[in-house]
């Protein structure tokens, strides 16, 4: 890849400096991204398509690995069952997730690009120890879990190309921490966007099988739950399912600490989002050939309605399309899994070093940045070695991420949203009101999602009545909490639509280093919600863990 330095063709006046927030000075500087470099003076406004282009290459990044990576072993696992159970009657939840990820990505990149602070340090400086202790521990724990899964998707891809188990686990393990050790930050984007590029093997593999595009055009916007009333609770945990790996915690901590060793500044964030956009644009797409490829490849055999893993589908697929495109299928399964793994295992080291203050850059050596390295490779070394035990419980560990990460993945959102409308925070930058409607919408659903989840867990015999029982319990308790908001607006004399943003000069603000900042006053009706959400958070989790040691010891 040839690097595109990007220089001013025009006298431009670059704003007085003043103090940020930013916590590694190696976040600070020009942006050296994989395709371009943006000098850190080049403040000129970009004229014309060449220059405009050139900036995107250099931005492009942030979005597109952290939308691909969503597309990893799990993701094979979710939307390889659907196509096999169901055909493509849930290909409509793709195209409903598409503004849910873009508005929770879009958040996220905004609090990265004018903040300069993770995610888990600004809640934790925000609203206090325990939600940071809670939001750095959860994290660590499911990102761990998850990075189990990745290597499991590694040793079924490995064993349908006739690849050792250990062999590939190690190999794997060793690519994944050297790709991130080498002290440079533009040397592991290049690394990451071409395991990206790599993901587009699923385009060929999609015309090897040729699946309905006639019927899959439709099934994408007529939404459809198949099967009867009988079938309604495993369609219900399966569209959680999907929900839970298009829109997971990890993102969102990933992309934020991403976008800041990036060095990206608001100046660029029109850029940005469409670096967002782009990947979005991948993983819905390319969610939607797997799903298509396993529908076409089941229809009429006896393996239809019967999913048992990746490794499965990879058969059916090759049976049906021929043995090439079974082993398409198995590469692009690695390869999601090693991407997947860099960019869960950056989110916890990043995380980590953010809370606790120590350097964590990609633009650090290793000497530089010990703690940061450390937590990295740790994490790594531990799931490729969880994996090789013999007789891990590696579908009940499989299970258990998909459930976790759907109970906790509503208090992301939460906090999200919460620092979205900080305006000591993101001051000019904070969210406008048809974006907080449909986050407060978009959370509310992920509520009773979580509720079912939960306790499906728990009662595996959860009938579709008790599913439509919680979910009109959760809908009159979205309309109470809307009631008792109205109401106290009216009692206050606020205007509907808060009190104006003054938008004015943000393309140069930042946020002020946080000890200069007032800790935010929660009013009632915020303290009682983090109260019931703590103890729900905190129920759900114990009663999950419970559940799952017992299936484990096989009671």
Request: proline share 4%; aromatic share 8%.
């Amino acid at each position: 890849m040839t690097d595109t330095t990007i220089r001013s063709t025009a006298a431009a006046t670059t704003p007085a400096p003043h103090a940020t927030a930013v916590l590694d000075d190696a976040h600070t500087g020009d942006i050296r991204g994989a395709l371009g470099t943006i000098r850190h003076d080049d403040t000129a406004p970009r004229r014309g398509l060449s220059a405009k282009l050139k900036t995107l290459l250099a931005i492009v990044g942030p979005g597109l690995i952290v939308m691909v990576g969503d597309n990893d072993a799990g993701a094979f696992t979710t939307y390889g069952q659907a196509g096999q159970n169901y055909g493509t009657h849930l290909l409509w939840t793709l195209l409903l997730l598409v503004p849910v990820l873009y508005v929770n990505q879009e958040m996220v990149l905004r609090l990265g690009a004018v903040t300069g602070v993770g995610h888990a340090r600004l809640i934790l400086e925000r609203f206090g120890k325990f939600w940071g202790a809670f939001s750095v521990i959860d994290l660590f724990l499911l990102n761990a879990l998850t990075l189990v899964t990745e290597f499991i998707g590694i040793t079924l891809a490995a064993g349908y190309l006739g690849l050792p188990k250990v062999g590939a686990v190690l190999l794997a393990a060793a690519v994944i921490i050297a790709s991130a050790f080498t002290g440079s930050f533009r040397r592991f984007e290049r690394i990451a966007i071409a395991l990206c590029a790599a993901s587009l093997l699923l385009v060929p593999l999609y015309f090897m099988v040729h699946p309905s595009t006639g019927q899959m055009a439709h099934d994408f916007v007529v939404p459809h739950l198949p099967g009867g009333p009988g079938q309604l609770s495993a369609v219900m945990l399966l569209i959680i399912g999907i929900v839970g790996t298009t829109v997971a915690p990890w993102q969102l901590f990933f992309q934020q600490s991403y976008v800041i060793d990036k060095r990206i500044t608001p100046r660029y964030m029109g850029y940005e989002k469409a670096d967002l956009w782009i990947g979005i644009a991948i993983v819905v797409l390319g969610a939607a050939a797997l799903m298509g490829c396993a529908a076409a490849a089941f229809a009429g055999t006896s393996g239809a309605g019967a999913f048992t893993d990746t490794a499965g589908i990879a058969h059916g697929l090759a049976a049906h399309a021929g043995k090439l495109a079974g082993v398409l299928f198995a590469i692009a399964l690695l390869d999601a899994s090693i991407i997947g793994a860099f960019a869960v295992s950056l989110s916890t080291a990043y995380a980590i070093g953010d809370v606790f203050g120590i350097r964590h850059s990609l633009h650090r050596g290793v000497g530089g940045a010990k703690g940061f390295y450390g937590v990295y490779a740790g994490l790594v070394a531990a799931a490729a070695a969880i994996v090789l035990i013999p007789g891990s419980p590696l579908g009940l560990l499989t299970e258990g991420v998909q459930t976790l990460a759907g109970v906790l993945l509503p208090s992301a959102s939460v906090f999200l949203l919460l620092l979205c409308n900080d305006r000591a925070v993101l001051g000019p930058w904070v969210n406008g009101r048809r974006t907080n409607a449909f986050t407060a919408a978009v959370v509310g659903v992920l509520v009773t999602l979580s509720v079912i989840l939960t306790a499906a867990v728990l009662f595996p015999d959860l009938g579709p009545g008790t599913i439509l029982g919680i979910m009109a319990g959760c809908g009159g308790a979205g309309v109470l909490a809307l009631g008792y908001a109205e109401v106290r607006r009216r009692r206050k004399g606020w205007a509907r639509g808060g009190r104006p943003v003054d938008r004015t000069g943000r393309d140069d603000w930042r946020m002020p280093p946080l000890e200069t900042l007032t800790r935010p006053v929660l009013s009632t009706g915020h303290k009682v919600g983090l109260a019931a959400l703590r103890t729900y958070l905190l129920l759900a989790m114990v009663l999950v863990v419970v559940k799952i040691v017992q299936v484990a010891l096989g009671h």
